[in-house]
């Protein structure tokens, strides 16, 4: 009977740690899709600003269409923030990242009717558009790595190097675009505040390095060699940016590497 008891207490003691163990791996589960939400909302808000300089200046009705679906992906990712129950940031602090996300919605919808009516955009608002975009995307950053730090959540370190390097690589395309589209691109994207374009493909380079670092099985493998392959081939664009160059291959290019680096990503979770 003693032996029984024992048994029972010993099997309870298991069920609850079990509990604990799996309540412990779905809240670090939650708290990593938190941080992929933070990362997507960032990549796609310089998706969107850079279709809106292909735009501003053809105002094409597909490119129209890229700025919405950049929109409409940082705004599920919002959504998603902001619905979340893993308590890994304030209330106070995703609201005040929405309310700077709702000013940048209010002047991208602002700039398209602009360029749609007169058929070329004004420079004040594009210049408030922009600096609003770097704001916005401080803040993100800033909570991401808030979230990162109080979620205790174990993010590999290729991971976040191949977040930062979308991230980057998003930023630069922004910011090659409007120097591409626009013949006064030194008002625009906070140029006063920014790092050059040479000196975040430096930046890139380390990142990218980051992210090709340790074992790799022969699918991540092709993946990182794809990505690696492209970015040789547009690097010095972007190094020597003020050089004439084709402006539509860097960008294919670009979305080519954001591409492969969110396989990537999927990759390297999968066997983290």
């Not at 991208?108 to 210049?127: F, H």
């Not at 995307?137 to 808030?146: E, F, G, I, S």
């Not at 790799?216 to 664009?237: A, C, M, N, P, Q």
Request: no cysteine.
């Amino acid at each position: 009977m003693k032996d029984t008891r024992l048994r029972v207490r010993s099997l309870i003691a298991a069920l609850i740690l079990l509990a604990f163990t799996s309540l412990g791996a779905r809240a670090q589960e939650a708290n990593g899709g938190f941080l992929s939400d933070l990362h997507e909302f960032r990549v796609s808000n310089y998706m969107a600003l850079d279709a809106y300089y292909r735009f501003s200046a053809s105002g094409d009705t597909n490119t129209l269409n890229e700025i919405v679906a950049g929109i409409n992906s940082a705004n599920d990712a919002m959504n998603t923030i902001a619905g979340s129950k893993s308590g890994v940031l304030s209330a106070d602090q995703i609201e005040g990242l929405n309310q700077e996300f709702d000013k940048f919605k209010g002047l991208m919808r602002e700039n398209i009717n602009d360029v749609r009516k007169t058929g070329y955009p004004d420079l004040r608002l594009v210049s408030d558009m922009a600096n609003q975009a770097l704001s916005m995307n401080k803040k993100a950053t800033d909570l991401y790595q808030t979230a990162q730090e109080s979620s205790q959540t174990d993010t590999s370190p290729r991971v976040e190097a191949a977040r930062s390097a979308a991230v980057k690589m998003a930023q630069m395309m922004a910011k090659y675009s409007v120097r591409t589209n626009s013949s006064v691109a030194q008002t625009f994207q906070g140029s006063s505040t920014e790092k050059p374009l040479d000196e975040q493909a430096r930046e890139f380079d380390q990142l990218l390095a980051e992210v090709r670092k340790g074992n790799t099985g022969s699918e991540l493998k092709s993946v990182l060699e794809d990505v690696s392959s492209k970015w040789e081939f547009i690097r010095s664009s972007y190094i020597n940016y003020n050089e004439k160059n084709v402006g539509f291959v860097i960008d294919r290019y670009s979305k080519g590497i954001l591409k492969g680096l969110a396989t990537a990503m999927e990759l390297l979770e999968g066997t983290a």
